[in-house]
């Protein structure tokens, strides 16, 4: 099973700001095939990039997936207020699926 | 557009169970991997099964293998999470989300199963 290590736990981050997600994996994810979703309170899921830097249909490009092998960044570049919540890596290379813990931008 | 809305979700004493549906629409669901995805109160997400878009192959993550059985009806576009011997550890929302090449691009609003201790 691929374990998917998020960091930081909680990013402060003040509107208009960029921030920068981490994700590790404990071992390498194959095809890049990482993803990166968006959680807002009370609501489901949203993927925003896949395939490491493939950014999702309607996500802004203010977001921006980056990484390979074990090591995944995803960057939030002038955050606004719609941009906060909690992200989660994900990998679907191999099976279990398995998600990051989270990290939440507030 | 493709939408996914969940059902079924209730309060179930331990070891009972539980049916989940999934009504599909605005795809071509016989295509389509799908999968469900639950998250605990105030925890993360947790991959639980996936169904290829014949029923052919299913998956499931350990801790609800051989509790849990997936099935799906086509031509009804509905997707099933049949759940027995349910305990705590089962509480959550459960999401039914499309796969396209196993990224998990569309999510539904999730249905909510408690199960007391």
């Known amino acids: 099973e691929i374990v998917l290590t998020q960091s930081p736990g909680t990013l402060y981050v003040s509107p208009g700001e960029g921030a920068t997600l981490y994700c590790r994996a404990s071992?390498?994810?194959?095809?890049?095939?990482l993803a990166w979703f968006q959680q807002k309170p009370g609501q489901s899921p949203r993927l925003l990039v896949y395939g490491a830097s493939t950014r999702a249909a309607g996500i802004p490009d203010r977001f921006i997936g980056r990484g390979s092998g074990a090591d995944f960044t995803l960057t939030i570049s002038g955050l606004g207020p719609e941009d906060f919540g909690i992200y989660y890596c994900?990998?679907?290379?191999?099976?279990?699926?398995?998600f990051g813990q989270g990290t939440k931008v507030e | 557009e493709v939408h996914l809305v969940e059902s079924g979700g209730n309060l179930v004493q331990p070891g009972g169970s539980l049916r989940l549906s999934c009504s599909a629409s605005g795809f071509n669901f016989y295509n389509y991997d799908l999968t469900w995805v639950r998250q605990a109160p105030g925890k993360g997400l947790e991959w639980v099964a996936t169904i290829d878009p014949y029923a052919t192959r299913k998956y499931y993550v350990d801790s609800v293998q051989g509790r849990f059985t997936l099935s799906r009806d086509n031509a009804g576009r509905s997707l099933y999470l049949q759940m027995n011997n349910l305990t705590d550890e089962d509480t959550a929302i459960y999401y039914c989300?499309?796969?396209?090449?196993?990224?998990?691009?569309?999510w539904g609003q999730g249905t909510l199963v408690t199960v007391p201790s």
């Open positions: 989300v499309r796969e396209t090449f196993g990224v998990l691009d569309s």
């Open positions: 994900q990998q679907y290379s191999s099976l279990p699926r398995t």
């Open positions: 071992q390498s994810v194959g095809h890049n095939s």
